[in-house]
């Protein structure tokens, strides 16, 4: 455990029709967030919104004793990080009478979910009513809205700094080092860092779900242990727009990873690369002597690995 | 003089924010000079405000993709005030802010053997995880391997060129932070970046194993 920096996962999820994040929009006219690449417009979840949906699928994971606060009105968090399991993982910017603001880096950087299939080719504009504000015994009223909705494989990916969850670094300016100093138990720290890994399996609080439930949860997981701070395994996946894997990437870049890798689990469902794709991605891990299991039991392993090391 | 050369990608999105921008986040279209070097600073584990490696090293930068720009809106936690005074409050607010979508830049970077030694070995085993712009926005870096390098005169350049040359885009970046007390001051370049990947004219530049690059 002494030797692991940090842990990365990449992932890809397929949705359904949905719009998960909307953009600008107009009065009645509920858009997707779209980024433009060469020319090309995509959907995509913002890495706000991706910070949230993780943090409110670990604060849902609470036992009685863990602590996890709430931003004040002014979009303030407590700042403790003995105590904070929020404040500890995701970082803040806290002011102190005299002080001025007190900053935390977050450990754990959570990328936003970029869609890999073009947006125009994969979506449509549905309508949804929208009631007016009307006073009790007043006739009811409405308009219609219009919705884009979608389908896509969305990629995504975390990356936690296992040396700075519970720790607070200080600088030695004279030999210019690095110290880490931890701040907590270490069963805490284990405590948090799984409880990152358990809640990518539990993301949910995403918009439209009254009408458009949708899954957004891994369908394929990479999560690699590593000794060196490197998130090249963020590059794993690379589909092309008929679903196609880049095999020959997937390949080399799981190879550089596996150097500096202490341990790499990998989990994906059936039906999500074509039949040529999933048998070789499989093979690879089994040349590796990897398991490949599904996303949910490779989080459970990723996460449950983590208490053995720790003993 | 010994020379490096690393290739940074940014892996989803990022943004250089324009830092005199306020009701509308900017993004320049490459990382400028202050960014790069507190990005080396963050792989040697320097303290925030460092400012020691601006003095060791001069970079080039050459964008290996099309500058993809995007606008999404955003919320964004308001600074408020002069600075003078105890502010408690920071609001909030939805603003546009635009974002450069997966860039890849060729980095170069000048010095003695010594210092391009100790930051070779620094990227290759950073001290923190390393990303540009926002905190949350990863890259993935390839080092190549440190050259000795010398200035030769080429034909044409690739990459930034200190100045102002037809058809490129021209930006003003922050090229130094200058320190008086407490207080911070920017000193800016303005810089010409190629629309057709190159600049044909005769110039002495640094032979990077034969690519001619500026360093600033």
């Known amino acids: 455990m002494n030797d692991l920096k940090g842990i990365n996962m990449v992932w890809l999820s397929e949705t359904d029709l949905t719009n998960l994040n909307a953009g600008e929009g107009e009065s009645n006219y509920i858009d997707v967030k779209k980024y433009k690449k060469d020319g090309t417009e995509y959907p995509y979840v913002s890495g706000q919104a991706m910070r949230f949906y993780l943090r409110e699928a670990i604060r849902r994971n609470l036992s009685e004793d863990e602590y996890m606060c709430v931003p004040d009105d002014k979009g303030e968090t407590c700042g403790d990080i003995f105590k904070c399991i929020n404040c500890d993982l995701f970082g803040f910017m806290t002011t102190v009478k005299g002080k001025g603001a007190i900053t935390r880096v977050s450990p754990v ?203 | 003089m010994f020379g490096l050369k690393f290739r940074i990608e940014a892996l989803y999105f990022t943004n250089f924010r324009k830092s005199t921008s306020t009701s509308l986040i900017n993004t320049y279209s490459i990382p400028p000079f202050t960014t790069l070097r507190g990005m080396i600073s963050n792989a040697l584990g320097l303290k925030r405000d460092d400012l020691r490696v601006q003095d060791w090293i001069k970079i080039g930068i050459k964008p290996q993709n099309n500058i993809n720009l995007s606008t999404e809106m955003t919320k964004v936690l308001k600074l408020k005030g002069t600075g003078k005074q105890y502010q408690k409050t920071f609001p909030s607010a939805p603003i546009f802010k635009e974002f450069l979508v997966n860039p890849i830049y060729d980095v170069y970077v000048g010095s003695e053997q010594e210092v391009i030694e100790k930051i070779y070995n620094a990227l290759k085993n950073p001290k923190r995880p390393l990303y540009i712009g926002a905190s949350d926005e990863l890259v993935d870096l390839m080092v190549f391997e440190p050259v000795q390098i010398e200035k030769k005169p080429f034909n044409e350049v690739c990459g930034v060129v200190e100045g102002i040359y037809e058809d490129c885009i021209i930006e003003k970046i922050p090229y130094k932070f200058i320190q008086a007390g407490r207080n911070f001051s920017l000193e800016y370049k303005t810089i010409s970046i190629p629309k057709k990947g190159k600049i044909c004219e005769e110039m002495d530049l640094f032979d990077f194993e034969g690519e001619g690059v500026v360093l600033v």
């Open chain 1, 109 to 311: 950087k959570v990328s936003p979910a970029m869609g890999i299939f073009s947006f125009d080719e994969n979506s449509n504009v549905d309508f949804l009513t929208r009631r007016h504000r009307v006073t009790e015994g007043s006739k009811m009223e409405g308009d219609i809205v219009n919705v884009e909705v979608g389908t896509n494989i969305y990629k995504d990916g975390i990356s936690i700094d296992l040396l700075r969850v519970g720790s607070e670094e200080i600088i030695d300016e004279d030999n210019r080092t690095v110290k880490i100093e931890p701040k907590i138990d270490k069963n805490i720290i284990n405590s948090r860092i799984q409880k990152v890994i358990e809640g990518i399996g539990f993301l949910s609080d995403y918009s439209k779900q009254a009408r458009l439930l949708t899954d957004f949860t891994p369908d394929a997981i990479a999560i690699s242990f590593q000794n060196r701070y490197s998130h090249r395994l963020q590059k794993l996946f690379e589909l092309n727009e008929e679903g196609k894997l880049n095999t020959e990437r997937f390949k080399q870049i799981l190879d550089e990873v596996d150097e500096y890798s202490d341990q790499i689990f990998f989990g994906i469902i059936s039906g999500l690369l074509n039949e040529k794709d999933e048998k070789f991605v499989k093979d690879v891990f089994k040349e590796k002597g990897i398991e490949v299991k599904t996303p949910k039991e490779a989080l459970d392993d990723a996460a449950s690995s983590l208490t053995s090391k720790s003993e």
